[in-house]
C-alpha cells in the first residue's frame, strides 16, 4: 500500500512517509480498541439492566473483555513495530507460565491475607474470646482463648488438660471452612463450673 502510494507524494516527504503510515496504524489500533471496549462496556451493561443480571457478574465480564481487547491490541502495535509472532507468543506463553506457577504458590498466603481482612472486619471473634475450631458439631476440635490474629494465622492460647500453656496457630482460611464454637470473655471451663455450682447449692440448702 505504502509503494502504490509514494508516486503521489512529494520526493521531500518518501523518506519520512513510511514513519507516518506507521504512526497512523498504530494510531488507529489503539483508537479502535478503545472504542471497541466502551462499546463493550456500554452494551453489557444495557443487557444487565434489561435482563437484570447482577452487577458482581457484569463488571467481572467487562473487566476481562477490557484487558483482552487491549492484549490484542498491544501484540498488533508490536506486530506492526516488526516483532516476530512466534517471538510474541514464547514470551506469552513464558509469562503465563511463570504467573501460574507463582499465582498458585502463593494462593496459601494469599487466601490467609484475604481471610484475615474478613476477620477484622466482619469479627466473627475477638481478642480475649474463647473460641473452639470444630470439623463438625459433634467432633471436638481445637479450643482456646485468642490472644492474637495476625495476617496469616489465628493464635490460640491452648485450654485443654492435655497441653496446658501451648498455643496454637489455625491459619485464617480455616476459620471459614470449620465450624467456630465462641464462648464471649469467659472460658469453657468457667461456664461448666459455674453451672456445677448452681447445681449443687439447692441440695446443700435442703441438707
Given at each position: 500500500?505504502?509503494?502504490?502510494?509514494?508516486?503521489?507524494?512529494?520526493?521531500?516527504?518518501?523518506?519520512?512517509?513510511?514513519?507516518?503510515?506507521?504512526?497512523?496504524?498504530?494510531?488507529?489500533?489503539?483508537?479502535?480498541?478503545?472504542?471497541?471496549?466502551?462499546?463493550?462496556?456500554?452494551?453489557?451493561?444495557?443487557?444487565?439492566?434489561?435482563?437484570?443480571?447482577?452487577?458482581?457478574?457484569?463488571?467481572?465480564?467487562?473487566?476481562?473483555?477490557?484487558?483482552?481487547?487491549?492484549?490484542?491490541?498491544?501484540?498488533?502495535?508490536?506486530?506492526?513495530?516488526?516483532?516476530?509472532?512466534?517471538?510474541?507468543?514464547?514470551?506469552?506463553?513464558?509469562?503465563?507460565?511463570?504467573?501460574?506457577?507463582?499465582?498458585?504458590?502463593?494462593?496459601?498466603?494469599?487466601?490467609?491475607?484475604?481471610?484475615?481482612?474478613?476477620?477484622?472486619?466482619?469479627?466473627?471473634?475477638?481478642?480475649?474470646?474463647?473460641?473452639?475450631?470444630?470439623?463438625?458439631?459433634?467432633?471436638?476440635?481445637?479450643?482456646?482463648?485468642?490472644?492474637?490474629?495476625?495476617?496469616?494465622?489465628?493464635?490460640?492460647?491452648?485450654?485443654?488438660?492435655e497441653h496446658p500453656g501451648a498455643f496454637l496457630q489455625i491459619p485464617n482460611t480455616l476459620v471459614f471452612q470449620r465450624i467456630v464454637r465462641r464462648w464471649k470473655?469467659?472460658?469453657?471451663?468457667?461456664?461448666?463450673?459455674?453451672?456445677?455450682?448452681?447445681?449443687?447449692?439447692?441440695?446443700s440448702a435442703d441438707a
Amino acid at each position: 500500500m505504502l509503494a502504490t502510494m509514494t508516486p503521489y507524494f512529494p520526493a521531500w516527504t518518501h523518506e519520512w512517509l513510511g514513519s507516518f503510515f506507521l504512526t497512523l496504524q498504530l494510531l488507529l489500533i489503539l483508537i479502535g480498541a478503545w472504542f471497541l471496549q466502551l462499546g463493550l462496556r456500554r452494551i453489557l451493561k444495557r443487557a444487565g439492566a434489561r435482563y437484570d443480571l447482577p452487577m458482581h457478574l457484569v463488571k467481572p465480564t467487562a473487566s476481562i473483555a477490557r484487558w483482552i481487547i487491549m492484549t490484542t491490541a498491544a501484540l498488533l502495535v508490536l506486530g506492526r513495530l516488526g516483532v516476530s509472532g512466534t517471538v510474541l507468543w514464547t514470551a506469552f506463553t513464558g509469562f503465563a507460565a511463570v504467573g501460574a506457577v507463582a499465582f498458585f504458590a502463593a494462593w496459601s498466603v494469599l487466601s490467609n491475607i484475604f481471610c484475615a481482612i474478613l476477620i477484622f472486619t466482619s469479627r466473627p471473634f475477638r481478642l480475649g474470646d474463647h473460641v473452639e475450631i470444630l470439623d463438625t458439631a459433634e467432633k471436638p476440635g481445637a479450643k482456646g482463648e485468642v490472644v492474637d490474629i495476625s495476617l496469616l494465622y489465628v493464635t490460640l492460647r491452648d485450654s485443654t488438660e492435655e497441653h496446658p500453656g501451648a498455643f496454637l496457630q489455625i491459619p485464617n482460611t480455616l476459620v471459614f471452612q470449620r465450624i467456630v464454637r465462641r464462648w464471649k470473655g469467659v472460658p469453657p471451663r468457667q461456664t461448666a463450673v459455674s453451672k456445677a455450682a448452681t447445681v449443687s447449692v439447692p441440695d446443700s440448702a435442703d441438707a
